[in-house]
C-alpha cells in the first residue's frame, strides 16, 4: 500500500507502523514494500524489499517464501492473504462494503474483492477491522466467528499534524485554492461511496447566501469520478476539485478551512473528520456508517441522502457562531481520543495472542 496512493489503506499502513516502532517492548518487525514505497525505518522496524509490484508474486510466491525465509511468528496483510503462509496469518479488513454495496465498485473491484476478502478471511487466524459495526457486519455477513474478529480503532493520519497558518497559505495558493476566501473543505476520492454530487448541489443551495464561501474538494478521479466534476462544472469558479494532495498540502487546506463536510455514504471509521478535529476545524458529517460511533457528539449530522439536510447543516455550521464553537471544542477533545501508538499496542497484544506468548 505505502507509495500506491491508496489514501486511507495507506495511511493505515503508515500509521501503524509508526506506532510500532514508538512502542517500549522486545519484538521486530519485517515491513515488506515493493519499490514505491517511502523510507521505511525506526525502532523494532526491519525494511525488507518486494521482488515485484505484481500482487501474483506477491501473494503466491514472495510472501509464502518470505514468511517461511524469515522465520516470522505472524504475517500481517491487509484484505488479501497470501496463497500459503509458514505462519498464522492476521488480516485487517477496514469494511466490507464491496459485498453489502456492490453498487459502489467496478466490475473489476467487486469480482477481485468479492472472492478473495472471503477467502481470506477464512484462512486467517483474526481479523481485524476498524469499528464495532464493522465487526458486526463481517461476523453476520460472512459468518466469521466473533472470536475471531477484532476491532481495533484508526489513529489520525499524517495531516493531522498542524502547520502555521503563513506555511498554509503558501500551499493552499499552490493547489489553486485562494487563501484569503473561506472554504469548505471536502476529502475524499471521486467515487459514488463518497457522496460528493450531493455535497455540491448542497453547496450550490447555499452559495448564493454565503458568496464569500468556496468549496474545496480533495481527493483523486477514481470510478465514476466524472459524475463528481460534472455536478460542479457550471459553479462560477467557487468548487475546486485539487486532485490528490500530499500529506503537507492536506494539512495546509484543513489549517485554512472554515468548516469541513464529509457526506459519505458509508465509513468503516473515517479518518478525514478526525484529522479535521485535531486542526480545530468544525465538522459536519453524515450520520451512516461508523461515522457516528467515531464522532460521537463532537460533530454536526445530517442526512446524506437529502441534499436540503445537507445544506441545512452546512448553513448552522457556517453561521451560528456558538455552535461553531461547540464543535471546535469538542472536536479537539474527541481528536485526542485516538492515536497510532494505541492501535499498535493493541495489534501487538493480538500478535501475541496469536502465536501463544
Same mark, same amino acid.
Given at each position: 500500500?505505502?507509495?500506491?496512493?491508496?489514501?486511507?489503506?495507506?495511511?493505515?499502513?503508515?500509521?501503524?507502523?509508526?506506532?510500532?516502532?514508538?512502542?517500549?517492548?522486545?519484538?521486530?518487525?519485517?515491513?515488506?514494500?515493493?519499490?514505491?514505497?517511502?523510507?521505511?525505518?525506526?525502532?523494532?522496524?526491519?525494511?525488507?524489499?518486494?521482488?515485484?509490484?505484481?500482487?501474483?508474486?506477491?501473494?503466491?510466491?514472495?510472501?509464502?517464501?518470505?514468511?517461511?525465509?524469515?522465520?516470522?511468528?505472524?504475517?500481517?496483510?491487509?484484505?488479501?492473504?497470501?496463497?500459503?503462509?509458514?505462519?498464522?496469518?492476521?488480516?485487517?479488513?477496514?469494511?466490507?462494503?464491496?459485498?453489502?454495496?456492490?453498487?459502489?465498485?467496478?466490475?473489476?473491484? =467487486?469480482?477481485? /474483492?468479492?472472492?478473495? !476478502?472471503?477467502?481470506?478471511?477464512?484462512? #486467517? %487466524? +483474526?481479523?481485524?477491522? &476498524?469499528?464495532?459495526?464493522?465487526?458486526?457486519?463481517?461476523?453476520?455477513?460472512?459468518?466469521?466467528?466473533?472470536?475471531?474478529?477484532?476491532?481495533?480503532?484508526?489513529?489520525?493520519?499524517?495531516?493531522?499534524?498542524?502547520?502555521?497558518?503563513?506555511?498554509?497559505?503558501?500551499?493552499?495558493?499552490?493547489?489553486?485554492?485562494?487563501?484569503?476566501?473561506?472554504?469548505?473543505?471536502?476529502?475524499?476520492?471521486?467515487?459514488? =461511496?463518497?457522496? /460528493?454530487?450531493?455535497? !455540491?448541489?448542497?453547496?450550490?443551495?447555499? #452559495? %448564493? +447566501?454565503?458568496?464569500? &464561501?468556496?468549496?474545496?474538494?480533495?481527493?483523486?478521479?477514481?470510478?465514476?469520478?466524472?459524475?463528481?466534476?460534472?455536478?460542479?462544472?457550471?459553479?462560477?469558479?467557487?468548487?475546486?476539485?485539487?486532485?490528490?494532495?500530499?500529506?503537507?498540502?492536506?494539512?495546509?487546506?484543513?489549517?485554512?478551512?472554515?468548516?469541513?463536510?464529509?457526506?459519505?455514504?458509508?465509513?468503516?471509521?473515517?479518518?478525514?473528520?478526525?484529522?479535521?478535529?485535531?486542526?480545530?476545524?468544525? !465538522?459536519?458529517?453524515?450520520?451512516?456508517? #461508523?461515522?457516528?460511533?467515531?464522532?460521537?457528539?463532537?460533530?454536526?449530522?445530517?442526512?446524506?441522502?437529502?441534499?436540503?439536510?445537507?445544506?441545512?447543516?452546512?448553513?448552522?455550521?457556517?453561521?451560528?457562531?456558538?455552535?461553531?464553537?461547540?464543535?471546535?471544542?469538542?472536536?479537539?477533545?474527541?481528536?485526542?481520543?485516538?492515536?497510532?501508538?494505541?492501535?499498535?499496542?493493541?495489534?501487538?497484544?493480538?500478535?501475541?495472542?496469536?502465536?501463544?506468548?
Amino acid at each position: 500500500m505505502v507509495g500506491s496512493r491508496e489514501t486511507g489503506n495507506e495511511t493505515y499502513v503508515v500509521g501503524l507502523l509508526g506506532g510500532l516502532s514508538a512502542l517500549d517492548a522486545d519484538f521486530e518487525v519485517f515491513a515488506y514494500h515493493d519499490a514505491r514505497a517511502r523510507q521505511i525505518g525506526g525502532p523494532h522496524l526491519t525494511p525488507r524489499t518486494l521482488l515485484s509490484t505484481s500482487p501474483w508474486i506477491r501473494l503466491g510466491i514472495d510472501l509464502p517464501a518470505r514468511s517461511w525465509r524469515d522465520q516470522v511468528d505472524v504475517l500481517h496483510v491487509t484484505y488479501t492473504a497470501p496463497l500459503w503462509s509458514s505462519c498464522p496469518i492476521v488480516i485487517t479488513v477496514h469494511d466490507i462494503s464491496f459485498a453489502t454495496n456492490p453498487e459502489w465498485f467496478s466490475e473489476r473491484d =467487486r469480482r477481485v /474483492l468479492s472472492t478473495a !476478502v472471503p477467502w481470506s478471511m477464512n484462512r #486467517a %487466524a +483474526r481479523v481485524i477491522t &476498524v469499528s464495532d459495526l464493522c465487526r458486526r457486519q463481517i461476523i453476520e455477513h460472512f459468518g466469521v466467528g466473533s472470536d475471531r474478529v477484532v476491532r481495533i480503532y484508526n489513529g489520525p493520519g499524517p495531516a493531522a499534524q498542524r502547520v502555521g497558518a503563513a506555511e498554509a497559505r503558501i500551499a493552499v495558493a499552490e493547489l489553486g485554492v485562494d487563501p484569503t476566501r473561506r472554504y469548505i473543505l471536502a476529502v475524499g476520492n471521486l467515487q459514488p =461511496r463518497k457522496n /460528493l454530487v450531493r455535497l !455540491v448541489r448542497a453547496f450550490k443551495q447555499i #452559495a %448564493a +447566501r454565503c458568496p464569500e &464561501v468556496d468549496l474545496v474538494v480533495v481527493g483523486a478521479e477514481r470510478y465514476r469520478g466524472a459524475e463528481v466534476l460534472a455536478a460542479g462544472g457550471d459553479a462560477e469558479g467557487r468548487i475546486r476539485f485539487t486532485g490528490y494532495v500530499t500529506d503537507h498540502q492536506l494539512a495546509a487546506c484543513y489549517e485554512l478551512a472554515s468548516l469541513f463536510a464529509f457526506p459519505s455514504l458509508f465509513e468503516g471509521f473515517g479518518i478525514p473528520p478526525i484529522e479535521a478535529m485535531a486542526h480545530e476545524v468544525p !465538522v459536519a458529517c453524515s450520520n451512516a456508517g #461508523a461515522l457516528s460511533e467515531v464522532c460521537g457528539d463532537a460533530v454536526a449530522y445530517f442526512d446524506p441522502l437529502d441534499d436540503g439536510s445537507i445544506a441545512d447543516v452546512l448553513l448552522r455550521a457556517l453561521l451560528d457562531e456558538d455552535l461553531r464553537q461547540r464543535l471546535i471544542a469538542k472536536g479537539l477533545v474527541r481528536s485526542q481520543d485516538f492515536s497510532w501508538k494505541q492501535t499498535a499496542t493493541e495489534t501487538l497484544a493480538l500478535y501475541q495472542a496469536v502465536v501463544g506468548r
